[in-house]
């Protein structure tokens, strides 16, 4: 059940598209504290968020209250610290505020979370009430008591007491209070080693961590979880090395808040194409009419653009158009265009600057995705341009699998880099605007979205 929070309430502020959270990205106030007599320094001012950073959260999925930070659990998803750490000593209490409720922390962080999911690479120190362990696979594949794991690429070494499916380091002793109680951490983190005391005991290690720099995080995961008296005090540097270190992602702020169109335009004709189905954005094939794109309410400039995808229908073979080596349509002798039966999976792209001409085609041909695709059927373009206009490799996941796209847009020069490969680099798109928003192309298929990120330049 969603809680609506007023009165001595905290929560993130938010503007222009009413996601674009204000976060200071200067340096980190709680930085400036002078250590207490051990050494520590809190990570909250016991009056709001300052010195915190959403990931992919809404603006009042955490918040201050009473002296705490306080989550909601909806949508699923984290909040960061504004700054990296790498040798510490951490400190915190928190409690459930029901049976079976879901959290956690995460060490050594990226600051985006990994491609198709809502969380980001990281080790996550598992924070889960006594009463989840009704569910199955509990002392099979997880406790309830403080399991220590890496998540979405991160590596580390178990020790200890093992899960069954060598994953995860289990607590060696069963310490967690129910809910509501409290319960404390102590988690020691030193050179890539990660060491949890619950409530006054050592019971969880894992060892060769990497990330093993990173952000620290505090995790929503469906229902109200508090935390108070969160503290950290630094170790000495171990200069930990670029490989070894978190990807920071620096300036990103999210173009979806997990649970609605809020800073999207949206009307009837829209609504019946477009839905929200838990942190995606998800399209019904079928649907029949014009302009049914979904469309920033909000307009840019020069930017970086992350966005996640996936084809998400059954391929089946489907006689689609032929490309020449620099754009267009191939033809026969009579100028009819060729067309070829290929496995096809459905075909979208993202819009830049208001414009369907300027678009970073998603589909299913060979070519694979990222091409400009109007553009590059343009006879009156040169050649040569068109040619920049087409992907330099395929690049494109299986059918059913996440992508990820990140395209820079600078002047009326784009680059677009799929899953890590460069398709599109510094190429021109002549007379494309100064300024606009952003869409998602409606095409007929089944297509998700998520992890939409922006970074205005």
């Avoid at 009056?47 to 201050?64: C, E, K, Q, S, Y």
Wanted: proline share 6%; net charge neutral; aromatic share 10%.
């Amino acid at each position: 059940m969603r809680t609506k929070h007023a009165g001595g309430s905290v929560v993130f502020a938010a503007a222009g598209l009413g996601l674009a959270f204000l976060v200071a990205l200067g340096a980190d106030p709680l930085a400036a504290q002078e250590p207490d007599a051990e050494g520590f320094v809190s990570l909250f001012n016991g009056r709001d968020l300052t010195g915190w950073a959403p990931i992919n959260v809404a603006a009042d999925t955490f918040f201050a209250r009473d002296g705490m930070i306080v989550t909601n659990g909806v949508p699923t998803g984290l909040m960061r610290t504004q700054r990296m750490y790498e040798n510490f000593i951490l400190e915190l209490e928190w409690r459930h505020m029901r049976e079976a409720g879901n959290s956690g922390v995460f060490t050594w962080s990226d600051g985006l979370p990994a491609v198709g999911g809502p969380f980001p690479r990281g080790i996550e120190v598992q924070i889960l009430d006594p009463g989840y362990a009704k569910n199955s696979g509990a002392n099979e594949w997880f406790t309830t008591h403080g399991d220590i794991f890496p998540v979405r690429g991160a590596t580390m070494t178990t020790a200890g007491r093992v899960s069954k499916t060598g994953a995860r380091s289990f607590p060696i002793e069963d310490r967690t209070k129910p809910s509501p109680e409290w319960n404390h951490y102590r988690l020691v983190a030193d050179r890539g080693d990660l060491r949890l005391s619950v409530n006054g005991r050592e019971v969880t290690v894992g060892k060769d961590c990497v990330p093993r720099r990173g952000y620290l995080c505090l995790e929503a995961e469906g229902s109200e979880c508090q935390f108070r008296n969160l503290r950290i005090k630094e170790l000495p540097t171990s200069n930990t090395p670029p490989e070894q270190t978190a990807n920071p992602y620096e300036g990103f702020v999210p173009l979806f808040n997990g649970k609605d169109f809020g800073g999207w335009k949206m009307n009837d004709a829209v609504s019946a194409a477009w839905s929200v189905r838990g942190s995606n954005f998800v399209t019904k094939g079928g649907v029949k009419g014009r302009g049914l794109d979904l469309w920033t309410e909000k307009s840019y400039r020069d930017l970086v653009l992350c966005v996640d995808w996936r084809l998400a229908k059954k391929p089946e073979l489907k006689a689609l158009p032929t490309f020449t080596d620099d754009g267009l349509y191939a033809r026969d002798a009579g100028g009819q265009v060729i067309r070829k039966e290929i496995p096809h999976a459905g075909d979208s792209g993202i819009f830049l600057r208001g414009d369907g001409r300027y678009q970073v085609n998603i589909w299913s041909q060979p070519m694979g995705s990222g091409d400009i695709n109007e553009m590059h059927k343009d006879e009156k373009l040169p050649a040569e341009l068109r040619r920049a206009m087409l992907p330099k490799v395929k690049a494109d996941a299986p059918f059913g699998k996440w992508n990820r796209f990140f395209i820079t847009l600078r002047g009326d020069r784009v680059t677009v880099v799929l899953n890590d490969q460069t398709v599109i680099e510094d190429c021109q798109l002549p007379g494309i605007a100064a300024e606009g928003p952003l869409a998602l192309q409606y095409h007929g298929d089944e297509l998700e979205f998520t992890n939409l990120y922006i970074r205005e330049l």
